[in-house]
């Protein structure tokens, strides 16, 4: 079988006899991005899952390269590419004061394919891309190795989000200060943290009281 030719659906065929596409239905498989990628939100939700695929092969040509979307584009670009079947991936952040995951690098997601041999020019005209950076039309430019492959590294099981606020557990037995709201400027010993809540032991009238509150609202004292 010839290396770029196209398997069923459009899907890529990199140094392997199946395609390359992603396998967790919230993660950009054939048979789940579909319904993901029907709402705006849904592909927001799902736009930085890590596909669970072996790693690349750098040595045999597969590489991943940069692509450039139109302005708050990076979810439309994401599903169209999913539907052709490209390995795509956009990195997202779940920040430690907010919750809302966000794209980690605004207007920019990463694909991955043989230059010299996948047919990979379907992605410059791919719905949501603005092009695909090249230091010549027939020459995209590969992402040094070891890059995208961290940042897959550092998102959390089963969906990829890097989430900032995995540094919450570090405030459990700590003293913290509360930063807004009616107890703002009060301290106390932060008992249990979970998700993006704290639960903290505060001196009330004498009293010991627990308060929860949402984790962006303390910080060690």
């Excluded at 200060?177 to 505060?202: E, H, K, N, Y």
Aim: aromatic share 8%; net charge positive; proline share 9%.
């Amino acid at each position: 079988m010839p290396l770029d030719s196209r398997a069923e659906g459009g899907a890529i065929m990199p140094h392997q006899d199946r395609p390359v596409r992603v396998e967790h239905p919230d993660c950009g498989s054939r048979s789940g991005n579909h319904d993901v990628i029907k709402s705006h939100g849904g592909a927001r939700r799902a736009a930085g899952r890590k596909p669970r695929e072996t790693p690349l092969s750098p040595d045999l040509g597969l590489r991943w390269y940069c692509v450039q979307t139109h302005f708050r584009e990076e979810y439309r670009a994401l599903g169209e590419l999913w539907q052709q079947g490209f390995r795509a991936y956009l990195p997202c952040l779940l920040p430690e004061d907010g919750e809302r995951i966000e794209p980690m690098f605004p207007g920019y997601l990463f694909v991955a394919f043989d230059a010299a041999r996948d047919q990979w020019r379907p992605i410059v005209a791919t719905r949501g891309v603005r092009r695909l950076f090249s230091a010549a039309p027939e020459r995209p430019l590969p992402v040094p190795v070891g890059i995208v492959e961290e940042l897959q590294a550092r998102g959390r099981a089963g969906d990829g989000v890097i989430d900032l606020r995995r540094r919450a557990p570090d405030l459990e037995g700590r003293t913290v200060r509360i930063l807004s709201g009616p107890f703002a400027d009060f301290t106390g010993v932060c008992q249990m943290v979970a998700a993006d809540r704290v639960r903290v032991l505060i001196d009330l009238f004498g009293r010991s009281a627990p308060i929860d509150l949402k984790r962006a609202d303390v910080r060690v004292a």
